[in-house]
């Protein structure tokens, strides 16, 4: 079951994540909602794991391997011999392995952006539409080493303008 609870200033909002820790909530089910980007750590303090650069450099990664497997693939299977020049030149070899190299370095980028802002949404996430004006948003995820009540009072206590339940929709 998730909680969202809308506040009004970063430090109230901060507070809830803080006190909800403290009651005994996982840090890394306790998230923020904002429509402006807070350094990390203002409002979570969770250190949250990142694949992004690591997709971008398997992407590269990958696209150097494919590309210069094509180029020279290409070459060896189809052999065109022109004087004393090689089957398989270094330049012609080395530009389709940087392009490569880019297209599926920006692929993997992209698919990393994707992965790390959880698009697509595969189920409905709780939302309030003020968000987007400039109030922000805890979202708890229980799992209940705290009880539902308990956490609205927190988030009620905290200054929050409204707490959104997932069961209410």
């Known amino acids: 079951m998730e ?30 909602l904002t429509s402006v980007p807070y350094p990390e750590g203002v ?6 794991r990142s694949w992004f650069h690591w997709l971008a450099l ?3 990664l990958g696209g150097a391997v494919l590309g210069f497997a094509l180029a020279v693939g290409t070459a060896w299977l189809y ?3 022109t004087g004393d020049k090689p089957i398989i030149a270094l330049f012609p070899t080395g530009i389709i392995t940087y392009e490569f190299t880019m297209l599926f ?10 992965w790390e802002m959880k698009l697509p949404a595969v189920d409905e996430r709780l939302y309030d539409p003020e968000i987007a004006d400039g109030l922000i948003g805890i979202c708890v995820s229980l799992n209940g080493a705290v009880g539902k009540d308990e956490a609205v009072e927190i988030l009620r206590e905290a200054g929050a303008l409204r707490v959104h339940s997932s069961e209410e929709h």
Do not use: K, N, Y
């Not at 901060?14 to 840090?27: F, H, I, K």
């Open 43 to 48: 409002l979570c303090r969770q250190q949250q």
């Open 79 to 81: 052999p065109v011999q």
């Open 3 to 32: 909680l969202l609870g809308v506040f009004q200033s970063v430090a109230r909002a901060a507070s809830a994540a803080d006190r909800l820790v403290e009651a005994g909530v996982d840090e890394s089910r306790v998230t923020s």
């Open 58 to 60: 398997a992407g590269g």
């Open 105 to 114: 370095a920006i692929v993997g980028t992209m698919v990393g952006m994707f």
